[in-house]
């Protein structure tokens, strides 16, 4: 079975950085990804997407980090990064790393979410 982890949370002041890791863990040289991203989720407020990768086909950003964050992946590793920059108190929230995956051969895509990292950011 395939799990997702993310790492690399923390506290930060504004304006500072901040590199989250997500790595997959298991069985994943049988594994197709569709989909490797980031998700946050702010107290009081839904989860919203951060950035994603959609393997081949494009790289999302919402429109709040864009300029600022920067999503990528180590296809050897089954590891997605987001490299934060600028950071603002807005930012504040749990991070979650999101995976759309199959077995090789399979027909059915798993959604696969994470525990979520903390990321807190001070004026």
């Known amino acids: 079975q395939v799990q997702v982890a993310e790492s690399g949370g923390g506290l930060v002041q504004a304006e500072g950085s901040l590199k989250l890791s997500c790595a997959a863990s298991?069985?994943?040289?049988?594994?197709?990804?569709?989909?490797m991203g980031w998700y946050r989720q702010a107290p009081g407020k839904q989860r919203e997407l951060v950035a994603e990768i959609r393997v081949g086909i494009a790289t999302n950003y919402g429109d709040s980090v864009k300029g600022r964050f920067t999503i990528s992946r180590d296809r050897a590793k089954s590891t997605v990064y987001l490299q934060m920059s600028s950071l603002r108190p807005e930012d504040t929230a749990v991070y979650y790393c999101?995976?759309?995956?199959?077995?090789?051969?399979?027909?059915?895509?798993?959604?696969?979410w994470g525990q979520g990292t903390r990321v807190i950011v001070s004026s």
């Open positions: 999101y995976s759309k995956i199959k077995q090789r051969g399979k027909l059915k895509w798993d959604d696969l």
């Open positions: 298991g069985n994943t040289r049988d594994i197709d990804f569709q989909i």
